[in-house]
């Protein structure tokens, strides 16, 4: 039970999220146990293990899902499913949470046999989608070369991930999506997950007209409303993407206001009809105030919009800074 609870509360400092191998603020790289088959010391400090053990039959403790039908298993089972579902590509740090029923819910869907498997369908809905979020970022990059744009490259299965989140939304209920975000990736979003229609977007980049009437604000601070059909649910959906200055956060208490206000005026007292997504730069999560002032706005009964979904795209660089250097902890969100 102890070494489940250690992969549990550590198996994140193992996983292989650093693409680029860049050390965190400790100074040390974190490496993975998938390379040399080795036991992560990091999450199995305290307990001796010898290969006589490794084919000793545990039960399993109530704590636990990875044995999905079964209720006991060697170690060296046990040992394997903790490392797929804790040590890959998603770490997933929720032990500090208070609520047994929210680290639970976090259990069953990361320990659960197969529960990262995805259909053939799947598959092929998430290549075809950033197939298109790939293709766009080509294409400005390859007709517009000197333009200032703020692409998505490296990042582009953000729009994949953003889809999927509207598509469970509206599968719940939801019928309108308030979103705020920084300038990197902005244009991809408002023609990929939005639809807004590309010639719109395009003869701003030819100067053929003024990017907004009224406003002379450039393409990448600007925002949209739209309501189209979700081909996935078959339901109507309103997306807004709120307009944003060269302040990287400074939308996201006016997201949090928009949303409040519209689940005021619609009568959504719960906030299962109106939500708000917002999306962030690692630098920026961490380095600016205006974030975890509104965080704190979350739980105030006149201010809540009863839960926000937060995307961070980690760039792991802020316009020219190192994480290194960035911050004092090894995420970037651990000010939430």
Known sequence: QAIIRSYQARGHLIADIDPLGIAYASGELISGS???????EKVVRQHKL???DMDRVFKLPSTTYIGGGETALSLREILNRLEKAYCRHIGAEFMFINSLEQCN???KRLESPNALEISADQKRLILARLTRSTGFEAFLARKWSSEKRFGLEGCEILIPAMKQVIDKSTEYGVESIVMG????GRLNILANVCRKPLNQIFTQFAGLEAEDDGSGDVKYH?????ERLNRITNKNIRLAVVANPSHLEAADPVVQGKTRAEQFYRGDGEGKKVMSILLHGDAAFCGQGVVFETMHLSDLPDYTTHGTIHIVVNNQIGFTTDPRHSRSSPYCTDVA
Request: glycine share 10%; aromatic share 10%; hydrophobic share 40%.
């Open 222 to 226: 600007l925002g949209t409303y739209i």
């Open 50 to 52: 010898v290969d006589a």
């Open 34 to 40: 998938q390379s040399d088959g080795v036991l992560p």
């Open 181 to 184: 975000m920084p300038h990197r």
């Open 105 to 107: 819910w976090i259990r």
